[in-house]
């Protein structure tokens, strides 16, 4: 059984920085892709990075420039850096893991986190 764990979502104002982490625990392996997702209350969860085990990475356009990922492939753990955010990237932010097709838009994920809450203010 594999579980992942998501750590580092708060509170910040528009134009601040977040760093969110995701560690993976139980009977892991190396990950062929992992991402993060994010889900506002009635609307559906949207993919916003993924990253292979290669290092190929894909971003959604909204976070293109601002956002960034990064993983340890040795401890199966992925990171999220967040820069110059705003009030719309407010949401529940989630881990997922092992999608044969390693996409923000399209990938099928086995595993997901409980989630970590980031919330920007104007």
């Known amino acids: 059984q594999v579980r992942l764990v998501e750590s580092g979502g708060g509170s910040v104002q528009t134009g601040g920085s977040l760093r969110l982490s995701c560690s993976a625990s139980?009977?892991?392996?190396?990950?062929?892709?992992m991402a993060w997702f994010r889900q506002v209350p009635g609307k559906e969860r949207e993919g916003v990075a993924a990253?292979?085990?290669?290092?190929?990475?894909n971003f959604a356009d909204s976070v293109k420039g601002r956002f960034t990922i990064s993983k340890d492939n040795a401890k199966n753990r992925v990171d999220l850096q967040m820069n110059i955010l705003r009030p719309e990237d407010t949401a529940v932010y989630f881990c997922?893991?092992?999608?044969?097709?390693?996409?923000?838009?399209?990938?099928?994920?086995?595993?997901w986190g409980q989630g970590t809450q980031v919330t920007v203010s104007a």
């Open positions: 997922a893991a092992e999608s044969a097709y390693c996409s923000v838009k399209g990938g099928l994920f086995i595993y």
């Open positions: 139980g009977d892991t392996y190396p990950f062929y892709c």
């Open positions: 990253i292979h085990r290669n290092g190929t990475t």
